[in-house]
């Protein structure tokens, strides 16, 4: 449990480092190299980095997203979020159910989910784009006809549950309760996509 948020901490720091190459040359490298030198992905999370190289960047801005976030929260509190990223202390917080862990939980779930949506319906990503659902809209009695590009919100969501919760493989009581966190980040997040720009 505690290496599923370290995880995507790490891939914070890879993502800086990819930052600094086009993706092209991401690719040229290999998606193999690159997702076998992020430590702690689990099976399921290295597929999707292998298959989806471009959204390993994308996760890590998420997750970024979520870790500032976090610390925007509880910036006045004795717990501040500014540990994150250190194993020592990090580790410990995380290691206990606690409301702390539960809420990074929830925010790094959330913070890809976003990330993920933002890229998708601003080009950044392949394989998504707008919500189909809702291409446009006309008023007739307003005389006004809107047509930009919706957020795919369900596709960031499902995207995010794919890839934070395939962390949680243990059956037991904590898997439940990390599943149940980044499920309730993702909840909260949903409408806010919906009601604000991107």
Known sequence: AVYSVIA????????????????????????????????????????????????IIIIGEGTQLGINECQYQFRYGRWNCSALGER?????????????AAFTYAVTAAGVAHAVTAACSQGNLSHCGCDREKQGYHDQE?????GGCSADVKYGVEFSRRFVDAREIKKNARRLMNLHNNEAGR????????SCPL
Not at 30 to 53: E, F
Not at 187 to 194: C, E, N
């Open 8 to 55: 995507l901490l790490f891939m914070v720091f890879i993502c800086r480092i990819m930052y600094g190459w086009a993706l092209s040359s991401v690719v040229a490298l290999g998606a193999n190299i690159i997702c076998n030198k992020i430590p702690g992905l689990v099976p399921r999370q290295r597929a999707i980095c292998q298959s989806r190289p471009d959204a």
């Open 88 to 100: 020592t202390v990090f580790g410990q917080e995380l290691r206990v159910g606690s409301k702390e």
């Open 142 to 146: 307003e005389g006004w006809k809107w």
């Open 187 to 194: 909840k909260l997040q949903r409408p806010l996509m919906k």
